[in-house]
């Protein structure tokens, strides 16, 4: 959600905060602020709303020279987006940002006012600052101070903490939000995301639930829950990123949704043996052992990757013949969930980071499960750590907002895990073949989908003064109408619901009008006839009908009914192509309606609170 910011060197930081806000923007935009100690040890803080453009002008007309720093990016959950709301919060010498939630800070913020602090915003943020001024007594170290205030923060969060007085150091805790050490040569960096970091190092450690960092620009010390201190090994990320290139594409949705072919090529190479069978290399002999004993999977994941899980569920039942639930992450973790016997708990997650993704997991560590297996994207991510095996999705980094190539990349890993799974189990060898077989081609048919993007642009068109959308598909194309509805709400802002297209008649039907556009979702399958008699109840009630469909299914264009015929494809492979025109539409949709494509309203990419 949102991003923190925090540097501690012997050259001047400003540009690196700066730069480091920048490339964490896509995680919360609402408004941003940095606070730097300078030579004079004054504490100066600068804020504003809106993107971090707007605060790097307001910066650079100062020429501000510091060797520390915090800075911070937000994404709204207590107080409105304004610019007294935005972090960092001080209170005298001592300013905080802060990513997550403080649940009792009503409770402190009242407590405060007792001993005649005044507030200035109506953040959760300010108790903090506010906790840690109060609790300081003459000789006290801010390490101290800080390890007496965190038992009195209920909640969870990322803190960084800096205080004039000692401009030498930085002091971070962890508690159920992410952050990381970036480690450099004489200078030493924190953020809550490796990517704000990567102009300045490729070395981090990643602290653990309940770590408490003090960073100096030559020390790092580390203590962890208990108390006691820890060596937390470093690790090396092998990421280049260009967040300036968006290439020849308008927007960096439109950009990942065309890496697709690429995307998914990475993510299946190294994962053939010599004989075409499906390999693992993240899976050692014990995971092995325990996937040759999976009997029920049970998925967790939000948004998108939900979505994903919800397309798993068909092909694991119907290909591995592995009975299989979906459920979405923060439902889960608040019911009194039965694991069945001998069942695999499968979390699937594009940033590793979702709050409730990961409550779920840990929630799960009680339930006795044969094990938890993460499909994820972002390596050193807490759900890798935290999973006891993981496989990784070679999508790239994923700046937009709303997910594309993530999506296609987790159905590519669950579909090869479906097939790794009827080996390992003896199930239906050549289902196992022709999923290789349609994995290989894939690529291949996606590319030939842009073939196709002037028409879907022009389709566009038609959806400018539209308020409300219906999809529909049925089988293992219903959650592809699900994660449809959700591109073009997210981006378009427009209302789009999905229901399985049998269903309609059971409530939906009555929407439908002749100002209510259908997209139905109708490769040439077994349940193709089914379907056509779905369409043809929309039809008779005057339904504005699109039809996104392949050649052989045989549909005759009529009045008011638009074909958007596609390549022939593999049934096996067909959700992961379907998607791809579905997201060209809502992108054109957003692109004619003017909205904020990579950076939707309200929203931000990795939700890392409750
Ligand atoms: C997708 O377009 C969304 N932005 C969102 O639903 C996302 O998929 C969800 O928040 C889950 O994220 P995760 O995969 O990182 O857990």
């Known amino acids: 959600m949102c991003g923190i910011v925090g540097a501690i060197a012997q050259r001047n930081i400003v540009k690196i905060l700066i730069e480091g806000l920048r490339r964490l923007e896509y995680r919360g935009y609402d408004s941003s602020g ?3 100690i300078n030579d004079k040890k004054n504490l100066i803080r600068f804020r504003e709303i809106g993107q971090v453009h707007i605060l790097a002008k307001e910066v650079e007309k100062h020429n501000i020279v510091s060797n520390v720093g915090i800075a911070h990016t937000r994404w709204a959950t207590h107080g409105k987006p304004s610019k007294k709301n935005a972090h960092p919060h001080i209170s005298e010498y001592i300013a905080v940002v802060h990513n997550g939630i403080i649940e009792n800070y009503q409770e402190l913020r009242e407590q405060l006012k007792k001993q005649q602090y005044i507030f200035n915003s109506e953040t959760d943020t300010e108790v903090i600052a506010h906790l840690i001024h109060s609790e300081f007594k003459e000789g006290y170290t801010l390490i101290e101070v800080v390890k007496l205030i965190i038992p009195k923060l209920k909640g969870a969060y990322g803190i960084v903490i800096m205080d004039r007085r000692t401009p030498d150091l930085l002091v971070a805790v962890r508690y159920g939000s992410p952050l990381i050490i970036g480690l450099g040569i004489g200078e030493n960096f924190l953020a809550s995301d490796q ?17 408490i960092a003090e960073i100096t620009c030559k ?41 697709q072919p690429l995307a998914i090529k990475n993510t299946l190479h190294g994962r053939f043996d010599q ?5 693992f290399t993240e899976l050692d002999k014990k995971a092995q052992n325990i996937l040759s004993k999976v009997e029920h999977i049970q998925i967790i994941a ?11 569920r068909y092909w694991f039942e119907s290909l591995a ?38 409550a779920a997991l840990r929630l799960s560590k009680n339930l006795n499960y044969l094990a938890s297996l993460a499909i994820c994207n972002v390596l050193g991510s ?12 070679k999508a790239g980094i994923e700046i937009s907002v709303a997910s594309t190539k993530a999506f296609t990349t987790q159905l590519t890993v669950l579909l090869l895990l479906v097939a790794y799974l009827i080996r390992l189990q003896n199930k239906n060898i050549l289902f196992e073949r022709n999923i290789v077989k349609a994995l290989y081609n894939l690529p291949f048919h996606i590319e030939n989908i842009f073939l196709q993007e002037k028409n879907i642009k022009s389709l566009a068109k038609d959806f400018s003064s539209i308020n409300n959308v219906l999809f529909i598909g049925r089988g293992d194309q219903f959650p592809i109408a699900v994660e449809g509805a959700l591109k073009l709400k997210e981006i378009s802002y427009i209302h789009a619901e999905a229901y399985p297209a049998g269903e309609l008649k059971h409530g939906p039907l009555a929407l439908v009008d002749t100002n209510m556009p259908v997209i139905i979702i109708a490769p040439n399958n077994k349940l193709l006839e ?40 593999e049934e096996f492979t067909a959700p992961i192509f379907y998607i791809v025109p579905l997201q060209l539409l809502s992108y054109y949709i957003a692109l004619i309606k003017g909205t904020n494509i990579d950076q939707p309203r309200n929203l931000a990419k990795s939700v890392t609170v409750e």
Request: charged share 25%; glycine share 6%.
């Open 34 to 36: 940095l606070a730097v």
């Open 195 to 211: 990517l704000a970091l990567l102009h300045v190092t490729h070395h981090f450690i990643y602290l653990n639930e309940g770590d």
């Open 219 to 259: 020390k790092v010390n580390i203590v962890d829950k208990q108390g006691i201190n820890v060596e937390r090994k470093p690790i090396k990320v092998d990421i280049q990123y260009n967040f300036d290139n968006k290439g020849i594409y308008n927007h960096y949705m439109q950009k990942e949704i065309h890496e």
């Open 275 to 279: 004989n075409n069978n499906v390999i």
């Open 302 to 312: 939000c948004g998108t990757s939900y979505n994903a899980g919800m397309v798993a």
């Open 321 to 358: 013949i592995i009975s299989c639930d979906v459920e979405i992450a923060s439902e889960y973790r608040y019911r009194k969930p039965i694991r069945r016997k001998n069942s695999l708990l499968l979390t699937i997650c594009q940033s590793g980071e979702t709050a409730d993704t990961l």
């Open 382 to 393: 807490s759900l890798i750590r935290e999973s006891d095996f993981s496989l990784m999705t």
């Open 530 to 569: 089914k379907l056509k008699s779905n369409i043809e109840e929309i039809h008779t009630r005057g339904g504005l009908i699109y039809i996104f469909t392949d050649k052989n299914a045989g549909f005759i264009n009529s009045k008011n009914m638009k074909i958007i015929v596609l390549p022939n494809i």
